[in-house]
């Protein structure tokens, strides 16, 4: 099985978060390499992203924490406890309860594949591929870490996320876990700020981690 998939112009199928449970949702490699060697550890603005009009990457809060003056929350649905959002073919935000984990990107979600959605579990993650000038689904790309496939089975931190650090100039894979994107009271409600560099980050290694069989597919 590849990697990835070309997805069609417009996806009518509801997402699979029941056969997608405990997975996650994120990351873009586009994305990751457009912001290699910055990162967002600020809870008010935890979403690496790029602004278009800026043309610059920016830590960004979730869109669901300001829809029109609304505040998502997914607290009173056990089964269905991960905000996540997308965007219609016009570009109206969408913000749902899912069974799975989520770490996505504005810029890719409305500005590049705005009316697209992944639904096949082996294939979650929404991404661009600039070559192409496309849209597609991937695999993500933590569940296959030079043989390791992370998770993050921690109730405070469930998100897998994938990014690019650079080590003078050299970039390598970070895959590490995130925390929910529930907004807490004491948090602004949206905005932007700048991503900067974590000189302190480490490589995620722990009990959730497994070794990957060269003929597992992805």
Same mark, same amino acid.
């Given at each position: 099985?590849?990697?990835?998939e070309?997805?069609?112009?417009?996806?009518?199928?509801a997402?699979?978060a029941?056969?997608?449970a !405990?997975?996650?949702l994120?990351? =873009?490699?586009?994305?990751?390499t457009?912001?290699? /060697?910055?990162?967002?550890n600020?809870a008010?603005h935890?979403l690496?992203?790029?602004?278009? &009009?800026?043309?610059?990457?920016?830590?960004?809060a979730?869109?669901?924490w300001?829809?029109? /003056?609304r505040?998502? =929350?997914c607290?009173?649905?056990p089964?269905f406890?991960?905000?996540?959002? %997308?965007?219609?073919d016009?570009?109206?935000l969408?913000?749902?309860?899912?069974?799975i984990?989520?770490?996505?990107?504005?810029?890719?979600a409305?500005d590049l594949?705005?009316?697209?959605m992944? @639904?096949?579990?082996?294939?979650?993650?929404? @991404?661009?591929?600039?070559e192409?000038?496309q849209?597609?689904? !991937?695999?993500?790309p933590?569940?296959?870490?030079n /043989?390791? %496939?992370?998770?993050?089975d921690?109730? @405070?931190? +469930?998100?897998l %996320?994938?990014?690019?650090?650079?080590d003078y100039g050299t970039?390598?894979?970070v895959c590490?876990?995130?925390?929910?994107m529930?907004?807490?009271t004491?948090l +602004?409600?949206? /905005?932007?700020?700048a991503p900067?560099a974590d +000189?302190n980050?480490?490589?995620?290694? &722990?009990?959730?981690d497994?070794?990957v069989?060269?003929?597992?597919?992805?």
């Amino acid at each position: 099985m590849a990697l990835k998939e070309v997805i069609r112009p417009r996806w009518q199928a509801a997402l699979a978060a029941a056969l997608c449970a !405990r997975q996650s949702l994120g990351n =873009s490699i586009f994305l990751a390499t457009l912001c290699a /060697g910055e990162t967002c550890n600020d809870a008010s603005h935890p979403l690496i992203d790029y602004d278009e &009009d800026e043309e610059r990457c920016v830590c960004r809060a979730h869109p669901c924490w300001d829809d029109n /003056g609304r505040v998502h =929350s997914c607290k009173d649905k056990p089964d269905f406890s991960y905000l996540s959002f %997308r965007y219609t073919d016009e570009k109206d935000l969408v913000c749902e309860c899912s069974s799975i984990p989520q770490y996505s990107s504005v810029h890719i979600a409305h500005d590049l594949c705005s009316g697209h959605m992944c @639904d096949k579990p082996d294939f979650p993650v929404l @991404d661009f591929d600039a070559e192409q000038q496309q849209c597609l689904c !991937r695999a993500h790309p933590c569940w296959n870490d030079n /043989g390791l %496939r992370h998770s993050c089975d921690k109730p @405070d931190f +469930p998100i897998l %996320r994938y990014r690019k650090d650079k080590d003078y100039g050299t970039e390598r894979d970070v895959c590490e876990c995130q925390i929910s994107m529930e907004k807490t009271t004491d948090l +602004p409600v949206m /905005g932007s700020s700048a991503p900067g560099a974590d +000189p302190n980050e480490a490589d995620f290694l &722990d009990e959730d981690d497994e070794a990957v069989d060269d003929e597992d597919e992805f």
